[in-house]
Nanobody
């Protein structure tokens, strides 16, 4: 019913780019803050980037700042993560998540605050 589905992952060489998409079904994202998270084997889940419900506020982790850009298109019920200048350490399963925040500017990077999660898409950066 309430689902998020990621797509766009794959294998890319260092320095390359990918754009991840996350489409919602069963609910609309108008009042939801959205986040991208990643988890590499043997490592803890890391908050990558978030965007407020209006799209006016974005926050990115220091590890990806200047390289990754989060955006959303509420008309398409979709959130994106543009990933440029990819590094091997970006290799991970990437998850999108949503939390109902109304029209507030809330934009958390703490995974435990999110209610809905996708199943993830694999991103591998290797030569």
């Amino acid at each position: 019913q309430l689902q998020l589905v990621e797509s766009g992952g794959g294998l890319v060489q260092p320095g390359g780019s990918l754009r991840l998409s996350c489409a919602a079904s069963g609910f609309t994202l108008d009042y939801y803050a959205l986040g991208w998270f990643r988890q590499a084997p043997g490592k803890e889940r890391e908050g990558v980037s978030c965007i407020s419900s209006s799209g006016g506020i974005t926050i990115s982790a220091d590890s990806v700042k200047g390289r990754f850009t989060i955006s959303r298109d509420n008309a398409k019920n979709t959130v994106y993560l543009q990933m440029n200048s990819l590094k091997p350490e970006d290799t991970a399963v990437y998850y999108c998540a949503a939390i109902d925040v109304g029209r507030s500017f809330r934009c958390p990077l703490r995974g435990y605050e999110y209610r809905y999660w996708g199943h993830g898409t694999q991103v591998t950066v290797s030569s």
